[in-house]
T-cell receptor, first 112, second 114 residues
Framework: AQSVTQLDSQVPVFEEAPVELRCNYSSSVSVYLFWYVQYPNQGLQLLLKYLSGSTLVKGINGFEAEFNKSQTSFHLRKPSVHISDTAEYFCAVGASYGKLTFGQGTILTVHP | DTAVSQTPKYLVTQMGNDKSIKCEQNLGHDTMYWYKQDSKKFLKIMFSYNNKELIINETVPNRFSPKSPDKAHLNLHINSLELGDSAVYFC?????????????FGPGTRLTVL
């Protein structure tokens, strides 16, 4: 069975500061990992995904994530955030038949 | 053009009523999903259909019945609505029913049961 834990429910940060959103997973099979973003009153949008190969994955809007198998982590980072990055971020692990198991979400609030 | 669309966007109804939510995708995908997002924003899969066949059926009350008339549509019918059914319901689609595919989400339907 798969599970995902997002270690921070809320992350406040000032504009242009770096940010890291933490995600740990457990999976008994091959690992496919995703980060989705949800802007207020909208559906989810894919930021990036790890399927195989390089452990550093680059996504949209300047985000990147690093897959660490030994620590079972897939932390999301951005070197300099903007006000427009304020949203809720979900880490997820893929399983059979396309089932996505999501973490609890992390609310990123960027202050001016 | 909207890739995954849902109707209605908002649904307010009384306990005990029956309601439906419709979902359509124009991406040509084979697989569609229903997710429930509760008041704490936790997202959980409910159902998935691949080419009109049910492939995922999580532990969901049998008051919830999905129907897929064709692979571009997946509707969700809910009988005898209860207060605990209040949530945002998201439809999603993906090219195939595989664990590595990106899923494309609709804008959500906010259901409020009074």
């Amino acid at each position: 069975a798969q599970s995902v834990t997002q270690l921070d429910s809320q992350v406040p940060v000032f504009e242009e500061a770096p940010v890291e959103l933490r995600c740990n997973y457990s999976s008994s099979v091959s690992v496919y990992l995703f980060w989705y973003v949800q802007y207020p009153n909208q559906g989810l949008q894919l930021l990036l995904k790890y399927l195989s190969g390089s452990t550093l994955v680059k996504g949209i809007n300047g985000f990147e994530a690093e897959f660490n198998k030994s620590q079972t982590s897939f932390h999301l980072r951005k070197p300099s955030v903007h006000i427009s990055d304020t949203a809720e971020y979900f880490c997820a692990v893929g399983a059979s038949y396309g089932k996505l198991t999501f973490g609890q979400g992390t609310i990123l609030t960027v202050h001016p | 053009d909207t890739a995954v669309s849902q109707t209605p966007k908002y649904l307010v109804t009384q306990m005990g009523n029956d309601k439906s939510i419709k979902c359509e995708q124009n991406l040509g995908h084979d697989t569609m999903y229903w997710y429930k997002q509760d008041s704490k924003k936790f997202l959980k899969i409910m159902f998935s259909y691949n080419n009109k066949e049910l492939i995922i059926n999580e532990t969901v009350p049998n008051r919830f019945s999905p129907k897929s008339p064709d692979k571009a549509h997946l509707n969700l019918h809910i009988n005898s609505l209860e207060l605990g059914d209040s949530a945002v319901y998201f439809c999603a689609s993906s090219p195939a029913a595989s664990s590595y595919n990106e899923q494309f989400f609709g804008p959500g339907t906010r259901l409020t049961v009074l």
